[in-house]
């Protein structure tokens, strides 16, 4: 049985923020209940040792977060989580403080700029720093703090807030950050014990409708990881917003015949020989970064 790095799972594709840098879904919306979120912890649990919580959606507003850790756990499987940060607080962050299978946790620290919002800025940092600060002192939980927002190539992106958020974050950690450096370095910053800030480029996501067509492409869809909807849909990667690559449902065919799949086949070769197969994967930016 292969393995795979990383399976992401998309536990609902609601959110509670607006994000201006987020393709959204025409999905319909919905939460994943606890029979089905177990049933697919069963299946992917052969093939990988970590599950992220993430393609759309916000994860830490699902009611039945803490049974799925417990699950995740129970089947030894690690866990990755990617949050807007807004609701590290209170009930959530207990919840993910206490957890045993809670491996990381990364924060969009950009939403706040992409968003009209009723809360300032320091409120949102402030939260979220207290939350890294307790997630540090647990000694087993990676916290990354994300500013990917940089600009790249034609995409300008939302980082007029970068020097107040790198303020802010000083403060509360009581260090000297320059974003210069990370730039020219490419590294990440070390805030505390497991605890870091990453800048990254903004990506468009990738869209069918797009006036581009680039084959030469190489990505780690079906090689290091495959993603798998709300509804049960499986995709090569965390970047199929809509369910395009559709390449079986988890519910209705096994999880191995799904991989095995002339289609998933095909893709891999594809990108093994640095082309892209897929419409969608031809018109991915973010695939270009390989």
């Known amino acids: 049985m292969k393995k795979y790095k990383r399976v992401y799972l998309e536990i609902t594709n609601i959110c509670n923020l607006n994000c201006s840098f987020c393709p959204k ?12 979120f177990e049933f697919i912890i069963n299946q992917i649990k052969g093939y990988t040792n970590y599950v992220n919580l993430h393609v759309m959606g916000e994860p830490t507003m699902h009611k ?17 989580i990617t949050t807007n940060g807004t609701l590290l607080d209170d009930e959530v962050a207990d919840t993910l403080l206490k957890s045993d299978s809670l491996n990381k946790i990364s924060v969009s620290l950009h939403s706040f700029e992409a968003n009209e919002t009723n809360f300032t800025l320091d409120e949102y940092l402030n939260k979220i720093a207290v939350f890294a600060k307790k ?31 790198v303020s802010v974050l000083e403060q509360n950690f009581d260090v000297k950050i320059s974003l210069e450096d990370m730039i020219k370095t490419n590294k990440d910053f070390k805030l505390a014990q497991k605890t870091f800030l990453q800048l990254a480029n903004k990506f468009e996501w990738p869209d ?6 680039n084959e030469k492409v190489f990505c780690y869809g079906l090689r290091n990881q495959f993603a798998i909807l709300v509804d049960g849909t499986v995709v090569p990667c965390c ?11 988890i519910f209705k065919t096994s999880l191995k015949d799904i991989l095995n799949s002339e289609r998933a086949k095909n893709i891999y070769e594809g990108f093994s020989n640095r082309k892209a197969v897929e419409d969608l994967c031809k018109r991915c930016q973010y695939a270009q970064r390989f």
């Open 208 to 213: 069918i409708s797009k006036d581009m067509d």
């Open 64 to 80: 039945d977060l803490k049974v799925f850790l417990d699950i995740a756990g129970k089947n030894n499987l690690k866990v990755n």
């Open 25 to 36: 879904t025409s999905r319909e919306k919905r939460y994943m209940n606890i029979e089905e």
């Open 135 to 165: 997630a540090s002192e647990t000694n087993k939980i990676i916290t990354a703090l994300r500013l990917w927002n940089l600009d790249f190539g034609g995409v300008k992106g939302q980082n007029s807030l970068n020097d107040k958020i």
């Open 239 to 249: 970047l199929d917003n809509q369910g395009q690559i559709n390449l079986g449902n």
